[in-house]
């Protein structure tokens, strides 16, 4: 009698746990008619990443204040602190160990359907990487783009889109944050230049 007691309390905390989650798909009225039309035509497989992963608005604790972004790379999520102990949560692909930014950094710059110029050290690491990819749903930066910098440094690390969207909740080679296309443009709709990012 007392372990299934255990049994109910601990299922009761587990499920309070996750409660606080409210998962809600980033709006359409975010998406422009030149979004709805690239993103109907995508090269690649449309996929929802895993339950946990989906956008929603959640319980925070931390002491960010509101309009911050915050990226746990370990948990891959990306919060944007909300007014209230609230915020949106993204579920987002980071870079591997070693690659992946950390520290703190502001949006130097924003840009819708980037295009994509990789840097040297990516065409070392990586194989049969092209110069210049324009912009498209088959562009690696995907549907937005935020910059980030130090002071007037560029740190060559990006908030943006993707197309591999099976990858989000993962640590994958390139050292970036990506998002869903849906959860990025969502996103940029809310961030202005100047936004404070910090990176776990």
Not at 123 to 129: P, S, Y
Not at 134 to 144: L, V
Not at 172 to 196: F, H, K, Q, W
Request: charge should be positive; aromatic fraction near 8%; proline fraction near 8%.
């Amino acid at each position: 009698m007392v372990l299934r007691g255990a049994v109910v309390v601990l299922l009761a905390v587990l499920l309070g746990a996750c409660s606080n989650a409210q998962r809600q798909p980033a709006p359409e009225a975010s998406l422009t008619p030149r979004d709805k039309q690239l993103l109907a035509n995508a090269p690649y497989k449309k996929v929802l990443p895993p339950e946990m992963y989906q956008r929603s608005l959640v319980d925070y604790a931390g002491t960010e204040k509101p309009g911050t972004i915050v990226v746990d790379t370990e948990k891959k999520y990306l919060y944007y602190v909300q007014d209230g102990g609230k915020a949106i949560r993204y579920g987002v692909t980071v870079g591997e160990e070693g690659l992946a930014f950390k520290g703190e950094a502001k949006v130097g710059r924003k840009a819708e359907w980037p295009t994509w110029t990789p840097t040297a050290e990516i065409k070392e690491r990586l194989t049969g990487v092209p110069n210049f990819v324009g912009p498209g749903p088959h562009n690696p930066m995907g549907a937005r783009a935020l910059y980030l910098y130090q002071g007037n440094k560029d740190t060559l690390f990006r908030i943006h889109g993707t197309n591999q969207p099976e990858y989000i909740g993962q640590a994958i080679s390139s050292g970036c944050i990506r998002m869903l296309n849906e959860d990025v443009i969502d996103l940029y709709t809310r961030v202005p230049a100047g936004t404070n990012v910090v990176v776990l």
